[in-house]
């Protein structure tokens, strides 16, 4: 009989690193309430297959920089299981929008016609939500159910398993989800949430991007490049 993650599909250096999580009761206990709220017609974001995009377009061994966000966005054809990102011909959410001007503002890069971060995952960029899934229309609709529990186990395997990356952390639940990363041993970067609410508080001239690319150019782990192809 197969074991769970021996199903998972899942990219296999964190297959390898984080597969043992999903034999756990509390993986278990969410699936079935995700089969639970599929079998009463409610609609789930992003599909299923999209879920775990965030590992598998960034392995690893090939993480440089981690941004963590809250849940996905629960408005259709947005979500695509990585934050902040949305699919390619979807008008870009606000806070996107904003962490755009910022890059402007930092790099003097032309913000893109498109809200598409997969150019950003595949340079070693994790996007990884606290919570991986939300009902449509109905935010932080899946907190509580044991995805934080699995998101805290990636970022504690990121904070033991490297050095020298760089945690972006926007906002109080970015700041509390990341709060046990070694600050010594990696470059923790804090500011307010590019929301429209916060924008104005201190995200606008944080200069992340900048800073970001500094530290990683310092410890030869190469510079992201942050402009996306219109």
């Not at 990219?11 to 309430?33: C, D, H, N, T, V």
């Not at 849940?71 to 390619?88: I, M, N, W």
């Not at 104005?200 to 992201?224: A, C, D, P, V, W």
């Amino acid at each position: 009989m197969k074991q769970a993650h021996d199903k998972l599909k899942l990219e296999p250096s964190w297959k390898r690193a984080i597969g043992s999580e999903f034999e756990k009761e509390y993986i278990k206990q969410l699936r079935e309430f995700l089969v639970r709220e599929k079998s009463a017609g409610r609609i789930i974001y992003p599909k299923g297959n999209e879920y775990f995009n965030a590992f598998n377009l960034t392995p690893l061994d090939d993480v440089k920089v981690v941004i963590i966000g809250q849940d996905p966005y629960h408005g259709p054809e947005q979500a695509h299981g990585l934050c902040f990102s949305v699919k390619p011909g979807v008008s870009q959410p606000p806070s996107l929008k904003n962490i755009f001007k910022e890059i402007n503002s930092d790099l003097g890069i032309k913000p893109p016609d498109h809200g598409c971060l997969i150019p950003w995952a595949k340079q070693g960029v994790l996007l990884l939500n606290s919570v991986l899934t939300v009902e449509k229309g109905k935010a932080a609709s899946h907190q509580g159910r044991g995805w934080e529990r699995l998101t805290d186990h990636v970022i504690s395997v990121l904070n033991e398993y490297h050095e020298n990356l760089v945690f972006l952390l926007w906002g109080s639940y970015a700041q509390k989800k990341g709060e046990f990363i070694n600050s010594s041993k990696h470059c923790v970067l804090k500011s307010p949430h590019p929301s429209p609410f916060s924008v104005h508080r201190g995200f606008f001239g944080n200069r992340h991007f900048s800073k970001t690319n500094e530290y990683l150019e310092k410890n030869e782990k190469g510079q992201i490049e942050w402009q996306l192809n219109d």
